[in-house]
Antibody, heavy 124, light 110 residues
């Protein structure tokens, strides 16, 4: 059974960079055609898609965050990463890492595995 | 990018059927058959319950069904049970490799 686990600092100072790691176990991050992504959820609010990275390295990101977001992957460590620069209090949220899976039509259409989430608070 | 629109709250009695709507635009829900639905219990990560509009993942009850008409997708839960009480979020692929989530619906079993 595949498992995803987020890790990183729980507190980040305003204007600094938020860096998170997602460790994948129970399967190879490069097996098949996979995208790996990030979703966040402020307390008491809805989900927001942040971005994704392809197992071979290309990526996409939410246009509203694109200037501050980067995603990357380390196939040797079975990990992928999120960097969000110039954070403010509005970036305080639970961050989930996810697997973006292909559906029946062969398109990466949904998120079938989720990490438990990590709370990141932006505070001085 | 704007979130897809869902009703804030939907409720029903045990055994009844409820339907949650998810309204977008031609750039997301209306343009692609890539709508998925997620169930989230308090303090937990979301769980996939439907993908590609009407496909159920392995292990998800057939009490869950999905459909789409135009720019609106729907998730129906039949034979409502206490354990179905949770938040539900829709998601859709949006052009240029992006995704967008719905505003979320709180399902209450009366």
């Amino acid at each position: 059974q595949m498992q995803l686990q987020e890790s990183g600092p729980g507190v980040v100072k305003p204007s600094q960079t938020l860096s998170l790691t997602c460790t994948v176990s129970g399967g190879s991050i490069t097996y098949g055609d996979q995208y790996w992504g990030w979703v966040r959820q402020p307390a008491g609010k809805g989900l927001e898609w942040i971005g994704r990275v392809y197992s071979r390295g290309s990526n996409d990101s939410n246009p509203s965050l694109a200037s501050r977001v980067s995603t990357s992957i380390d196939r040797s460590k079975n990990e992928f990463y999120l960097r969000l620069t110039s954070v403010t209090a509005a970036d305080t949220a639970v961050y989930f890492c996810v697997r973006n899976r292909k559906g029946g039509s062969g398109f990466w259409s949904h998120f079938d595995y989720w990490g438990p989430g990590i709370l990141v608070t932006v505070s001085s | 990018q704007s979130a897809l629109t869902q009703p804030a709250a939907v409720s029903g009695s045990p055994g009844q059927s409820i339907t949650i709507s998810c309204t977008g635009t031609r750039s997301d829900v209306g343009g692609y058959n890539y709508v998925s639905w997620y169930q989230q219990h308090p303090g937990k990560a979301p769980q996939l319950v439907m993908f590609d509009v009407s496909s159920r993942p392995s292990g998800i009850s057939d009490r869950f069904s999905g459909s789409k008409s135009g720019n609106t997708a729907s998730l129906t839960i039949s034979g409502l049970r206490a354990e179905d009480e949770a938040h539900y979020y829709c998601s859709s692929y949006k052009l240029a490799g992006h995704f967008v989530f719905g505003t979320g619906s709180k399902v209450t079993v009366l």
